[in-house]
């Protein structure tokens, strides 16, 4: 009765539109009274769910990138991922990719990507021509690859949840992330080859190399930040802090677009941007809590496993799973609450646990696009003021090559071990 109060509850709340994390906290209330036990147990399991060194990584890594963001970054990002890749067929369409996997190395975040990139990009590609829709459809869907490539929110939460390295989780994150943005290069480039979509001309060696300049300091951020954990002289927690020194520095004193005024408001901005996500971490956690001591996460693997037992058919599920629960819930609550049951399910069939973490983290990128809580299909709707359907169906095609890479990591452990196997 009371997991049935539970279950209700949060689907009520998502329905009516409730904020994720006040969904959670609710639900989560609604059981312990049901079950007569104490409220007091909502703080104290918030405050254990967010009581953890690796969850400082998420405010370090939100502050450099808004600085970074602040300081001039994604002009010059655009203009260098524009000289190398503009003179392919529907070449702002490329650039946006481009530059979408650029700026993932240094935001950790598909919302900051889809905004930032988006806000430029696609009133741009309006101008030269290109539909609305298409723009939109485009910048939404490379925006997913940003927590791919480190560094990564997502994967800083699954660190906190389970232990894994998330030094480890960066590194394999790498080429998932890199083969994900070309598979959508090509289908860009076969989209704008059926549509006719304008070609521009080569800018010249001369661009590239000062494109390359102007982009340099912000792109080594993305060094930095994976050089720093692969030395291992630092910490996750401690790469975020020196990138956000790092980010001060080349935004005052080398771009010189980041004046001190600037400073507070972009502060308070990650501040509360870090709240939100932390806040989400602490109501999930208590969902998590209860659904563990329900044991069901033994009883999804015990459903799951009485079915079949064979590892391809098992990754094929989780992976189906997750693309359901991708289009109605949050990717960090869904992270917190689903990640370790489903976990439990995978490594008893054979599942490397940081492979499982890699194609989770994928499967729950492209939630982001997916309708009706697709975050960034949202954003960018906004910003190309379109209704949310011929979005929609512009970004079929990119849905379609996201879950072909999807299945592709699922299956071929090596895509995303074989990095980190190198730091042993």
């Avoid at 329905?15 to 639900?27: D, F, H, R």
């Avoid at 925006?143 to 791919?148: L, M």
């Avoid at 790092?246 to 972009?266: D, H, N, Q, S, T």
Wanted: proline share 6%; hydrophobic share 60%; with cysteine.
């Amino acid at each position: 009765m009371s997991l049935a109060i539970l279950g209700l509850v949060f689907v009520l709340g998502l329905l009516i539109g409730i904020p994720v994390a006040v969904t959670l906290g609710l639900s989560s209330m609604a059981y312990l009274l049901v079950n007569g036990m104490p409220l007091v147990v909502i703080p104290q399991k918030m405050f254990a769910g967010m009581d953890s060194f690796v969850l400082l990584c998420i405010p370090g890594f939100i502050l450099a990138g808004n600085l970074m963001n602040g300081g001039g970054i994604t002009g010059r990002i655009i203009r260098f991922a524009q000289a190398m890749v503009g003179w392919i067929r529907g070449g702002l369409a490329q650039t946006n990719v481009a530059s979408s996997m650029l700026f993932g190395g240094i935001s950790g975040t598909a919302v900051a990507d889809a905004a930032s990139i988006g806000g430029m990009m696609i009133p741009g590609m309006k101008r030269a021509g290109y539909p609305g829709d298409f723009s939109a459809a485009v910048t939404a869907a490379s925006s997913t690859v940003g927590p791919i490539i480190p560094p990564s929110v997502p994967m800083i939460i699954v660190g906190s949840l389970s232990g894994i390295s998330v030094g480890k989780m960066f590194i394999a994150g790498a080429i998932p992330g890199l083969l994900l943005g070309g598979a959508m290069m090509v289908t860009t480039w076969i989209i704008a080859v059926r549509r006719d979509f304008p070609r521009q001309a080569w800018q010249g060696w001369r661009e590239l190399w000062l494109a390359f300049l102007g982009a340099f300091w912000a792109l080594a951020m993305t060094a930095l930040i994976v050089g720093g954990m692969l030395s291992g002289y630092v910490t996750p927690t401690e790469t975020a802090i020196v990138a956000s020194l790092y980010a001060v520095v080349v935004g005052m004193f080398i771009y010189r677009e980041l004046p001190l005024r600037k400073i507070p408001g972009i502060l308070i901005d990650s501040a509360v941007g870090s709240a939100g996500i932390l806040a989400l971490v602490g109501t999930a956690n208590v969902f998590g809590w209860i659904l563990v001591s329900e044991q069901i996460p033994q009883m999804i693997a015990g459903a799951v496993l009485s079915v079949t037992d064979n590892k391809l058919l098992v990754i094929l599920l989780i992976n189906i799973v997750l693309l359901l629960v991708g289009m109605f819930m949050e990717t960090i609550a869904a992270l917190i609450i689903l990640f370790v049951p489903l976990l439990t399910l995978a490594t008893g069939v054979g599942v490397d646990p940081l492979h499982f973490a890699v194609f989770m983290v994928l499967n729950l990128m492209i939630g982001l696009t997916t309708p009706p809580v697709g975050v960034c299909l949202f954003i960018c709707a906004n910003i190309a003021r379109l209704p949310l359907a011929p979005v929609i169906r512009a970004l079929l095609p990119y849905l379609a090559t996201n879950i072909v890479v999807l299945l592709l990591v699922s299956y071929i452990p090596a895509i995303s071990t074989w990095l980190p196997s190198l730091m042993d």
